[in-house]
Structures are given as C-alpha cells and as structure tokens.
C-alpha cells in the first residue's frame, strides 16, 4: 500500500496530513562523491522531499547489454543516501525525461529505427520500455515506499500533452508500473494549459502542474481541470538552461521566493527546479530545435538554489526564509560555500594531431556513401569521414540533407570551412589543389534534441556528397566516441602545428584537491578531460566560458589536462581558477 496518498483537498503519509517541499536535483549530473553533500544542503534548507529523472539511455546504452547502475548511475545508492539524510523522493523513469539531456532520454539504439514512433503506444516503443522496466525496477523496488525506502511517488511520462493523445499509450505506462510492483502514488505533470492538461492526464493518476510564474492563474487553471485533489506545481521554474551563442539566465532572487511563498500560501505542495542543477559532463547535454537548432551549453547552473559547483546561491538563504513561514526549518546553521582550489595555470607541453592519429581511436568502415553516426552505431562524440577527390580546381562541395551537427572540412590537412545544422548549411566551395586531394569532414554531435517532434533527428553526415556535380564515393568513416584516450600518442610540442583538430596534454600538482573551474582563453572549441574524467565540451562562442571541475575529479599530486583543440591555438597554457565565467546574464 502506498504510504503516500491524495486526500480531497492534499496529501496523507502514513495518513497524516503531508505537504510535499521538494527540490529537483539529478543524481547523473552530480559526482556521486558530492551526493551526500547536495542532499544534506537540501534538508537544511528546509527540503522534506528531492526529487529526480531516470535517464533511459544512460541506464540502458545497449539493448543487450545489462542496466548500468554504477558511477553516476548508482541510483540505488543516491537513493539510499536520501533516506538517510531523512529525505523522501519523487521518481521520473520516462520513458521520456526531456531535462536538457540527450535526446531527452530515449535511447539512441531506439531513436535510429525511423519506422517506430516514439512516445506512443506502438508495441515497438513500448515493448522496449517494458523491458527495460523489467531490468530497472526489481533492484529498486527495496527503495520504495511500500517496502520502508524514500520514494513517494513516481511519474507517468513527462509532458505528455505537449506532445501528444495516445491515451492507450498513458495507461500502458501506468499499469507497466503497477504490473512490476510499483504500489506508490503514481503523477502526471503538464504545462498548466487546458489542452496540455487534458491530453496528458490519466484518470485516477495525480495531475500536476509546470510554471515559473502566475502562481494564482496556473493553480486555478489545475484546479479547473481537477475540482479535487492535491494541488502541486511539479516544477516551479526557479532559472532557466543556456544555450551556446546566447546568455546566462538568470531570475532575481526576491522575486522567485514570492512566487514561492504564493504557492505555498495557496496550500499547494512544490518541486522546485532546479535546487541543483549540477553539470552536462562529458556528451550529456540536449538542445532545442524549434526554428533552428540550438544545443544546451555544458554547465547546467539554472540559476539555482545551489549554483553548478554546490554553493548556496542567493535563492537558498530566500527559500529558506519562506519555507520556514510555512513548516519547521533544521536549526543547523546555513552551509558555507565548499572551499576552491587556488588558482593554478596549466602548461600543455604535449600534443597529437587527431587527423593523423584517428585510426589509433578507431578503426574505419568502409562505405560507398558517408554512413550516419546511427548507422556507425555511433552513441555521441565525433565522426571522421574520408575520401578523395578525383577532379581539381574551384567547385561546390554539396551535402545532400545537411549535417548533424557541426561539420569541418578539411582538403590535403587543411581547414577551408565549417559547416552548421544550426544555419541549415548544406554546401561549401573550396578549391582542390589537385586531382585525388583527400577531402575529410569531422563532424561533432553537438546534443540530441530533447524537446519535442525532432528527438532522434540523425548525426554525422546525413547523405550523400558530390563535387559540383560528380559523386564523391568510397568513404572511410571513422566512429570516434572519445571514451578512451590512452591510444592517442602525445609528443613533445615542439614544432608549429597547424590549425587543425589536436589533443593537448598537461600535467600539474595539487596539494589538497578542492572545486576549481576550468579557463581556456585563447582556446577556440573542443573538450576537456582532468585525469581521464570528461568535464565536456567548451566554446568561445559562450555564453560560458569556465568548465567546472569538480574537486572528486582531482587527486593530491599530479593531475593531467586533456584538451582536444578542433580549431588550432596559439595557446600553450589553461588556468585553474577559483571563480566561474557562466557569460553575460539574461534576468527574466
């Protein structure tokens, strides 16, 4: 029996009355060696509940394989961690997340077959999903409420109404979940609009409600659409995500601990999200794609409570005054920031030209035409695609369909364009200097979509390329997922290296590893890896221009940088600072 349930007018556990204050906080975008910390921040502030998604994909990146449930993908222990620091938890398994993350959730094996249609009730999906329930759930049912753990409740979906009315769909979800087990409290969440609300709404199932803002309009509209029951804001939207190119969000402090406080007035209970958002390490991040494309920025800080790196934020000391108008408050005092490193520069003596060498990463296939990043079965990183040309002279490199997501050309070595999904770029004049130049194209996948029609849009070069009006044919597609950079052979940096994609190696000592941030000036676009953990990817496009390198990542002693430069430096140093560069602020 669920130890949490919806009364008339809000909620019981263990049948007393219970209003839910919970903070989202993704246990996959937090170094599980700082876990307990976040959570232990969370109930100070005066949190009884956090909440957190289940990302598919990373639990599941092979059908065959068996669940990943390590690393930062030890739920059950972030879980266990929760119930002792006293929390409760809401659970989000999807299928569909949309967080920001890549491709929202769904995994990329699952996305590359056009023919199923996602979020439906086509067996395919489901199926698919069913099974992996099937692997998810037995070692987490000890964690629910049901059996004496933290989770409260679990989520149907995610949005639905914003994207479609497979009722049939909704209620196959639901009973997946009551069929393995799954006794708790189970919720919906939707934009609080009619239409949303109606077409992602299952009878007899929690409806909850999204918004930042308009606190009295959006409760009222939830309330129309259920005269009964809980009224709860799912995510109260406390910041916003980045993307590259744009600003920093930011929401005044003030103002959203009002908002807070009308919600909580209202009797209504709140997800706050985010209370720490934490950080899109390595190839995680999403993007959007309304009218053109725009990936998510490395740093997923969202203005919130805690800020990227565990400090609290001016909206933690807010919050807290708030909560504690409306339900007891831990009389421990507030926590500090964590202390920083202090600021340390980093000389990158080393290098290895990533043209030349991508065959120690990665042996090729052979295709008549360039071959997607799905069909390479290629998860997230980088593509390198090879040919020759057999004709010289000024012409019009055409790529049928585009490329997914930033291509750069190179003719004999050397740069001569880049191409961008984001500006719908389909063709590049270039000049071969003589007949069977080698023509490469390195193409990085910049981030799944994860929001709406476009989830599953393919990677890499996206059909078939010609030289003005001739073919170009027999393709040597290199799949380059960057998961393992021990084969790539550094040496000295010595000698002027052109501008081309190149890996770049340092070493320096710490003596008492501490957070620290990541600054690259004179570095262009690439990634960054500290002692083989992949921090993700930076761009002096901005708005972010420091990398977050938590203090877990570091180790008394030496430590080693690894830098893979795509557009060639004169750069030879990266700083460790004690500060963060997140761009210009956006307050909306």
């Not at 992602?200 to 409806?207: D, M, N, S, W």
């Not at 005044?252 to 720490?276: C, E, K, P, Q, W």
């Not at 070493?507 to 921090?535: C, E, R, S």
Request: proline residues 9%; charged residues 20%.
């Amino acid at each position: 029996m669920s130890a949490l349930t919806a009364s008339s007018d809000g909620f019981l556990l263990h049948g007393e009355p219970f209003r839910i204050v919970s903070g989202a906080m993704h246990y996959f975008r937090i170094h599980p060696d700082q876990w307990a910390d976040r959570l232990r921040k969370a109930r100070l502030m005066g949190l009884n509940t956090v909440e957190t998604y289940v990302p598919w994909n990373a639990h599941q990146p092979d059908p065959d394989g068996p669940l990943v449930l390590d690393g930062f993908l030890d739920l059950p222990r972030y879980l266990s961690l929760a119930r002792d620091e006293g929390l409760h938890v809401l659970l989000r398994p999807g299928p569909f997340i949309c967080a920001e993350w890549d491709d929202g959730g769904l995994p990329s094996w699952l996305i590359a077959d056009s023919d199923i249609r996602l979020r439906s009730s086509d067996p395919r999906f489901t199926g698919a999903f069913d099974r992996y329930l099937d692997l998810l759930l037995p070692p987490l049912l000890p964690y629910l409420a049901a059996a004496g753990g933290p989770v409260i409740a679990v989520q149907v979906e995610n949005e639905y109404g914003a994207y479609g009315d497979d009722t049939a769909y909704m209620k196959h979800l639901e009973q997946a979940f009551r069929a393995r087990g799954v006794e708790e409290l189970l919720f919906t969440c939707d934009q609080a609009n009619p239409e949303h609300l109606a077409a992602g709404t299952l009878p007899g199932v929690l409806a909850t409600a999204t918004f930042g803002s308009r606190v009295d309009q959006n409760l009222a509209e939830l309330r129309r659409h259920r005269p009964e029951g809980p009224l709860m804001c799912a995510e109260f939207w406390i910041g916003w995500f980045d993307h590259w190119g744009g600003p920093h969000h930011v929401r005044d402090a003030a103002d959203t601990a009002a908002d807070l406080d009308r919600l909580l007035s209202a009797g209504a209970s709140v997800n706050i999200y985010m209370f720490h958002g934490g950080t899109n390490f390595g190839f995680t991040n999403g993007a959007n794609h309304k009218h053109a494309y725009a990936p998510t920025v490395t740093s997923y800080d969202y203005d919130a409570v805690l800020t990227e790196c565990g400090d609290p934020g001016p909206k933690y000391h807010a919050f807290r005054e708030v909560i504690s108008r409306h339900l007891p408050v831990p009389e421990e005092p507030a926590p500090a920031p964590s202390p920083k490193l202090p600021p340390v520069t980093v000389e990158l003596t080393r290098r290895a030209s990533l043209l030349r060498h991508a065959k120690a990463l990665a042996e090729p296939v052979r295709t008549e035409h360039p071959a997607t990043m799905n069909d390479l079965g290629l998860q997230t990183g980088y593509a390198l695609y090879r040919t020759t040309v057999a004709t010289a002279g000024d012409g019009l490199l055409r790529f049928a369909g585009g490329v997914g997501d930033r291509a750069q050309v190179f003719v004999d070595g050397a740069p001569v364009g880049v191409l961008e999904r984001e500006r719908h770029d389909e063709t590049l004049p270039v000049r071969v200097p003589h007949p069977g130049a080698t023509l490469e194209v390195l193409v990085e996948n910049m981030g799944g979509v994860n929001y709406g029609p476009r989830i599953g849009a393919p990677k890499g070069l996206l059909g078939p390329v010609s030289f003005d009006t001739t073919p170009l044919l027999d393709w040597d597609c290199h799949p380059l997922p960057l998961d393992d950079l021990s084969t790539v052979p550094f040496t000295p940096a010595d000698t002027p290296l052109a501008a081309e994609p190149a890996f770049h190696h340092g070493t320096f000592d710490v003596d008492t590893p501490a957070d620290t941030f990541l600054a690259l000036p004179g570095w262009t676009k690439g990634q960054a890896w500290v002692n083989g953990f992949h921090l993700g990817r930076y761009w002096n496009r901005g708005p972010q221009h420091t990398l977050y390198v938590p203090a877990p990542a570091l180790r008394p002693g030496a430590n080693e940088l690894v830098l893979l430069e795509l557009h060639g430096t004169a750069a030879a140093r990266a700083l460790l600072t004690d500060t963060p560069d997140l761009g210009p602020e956006n307050t909306w």
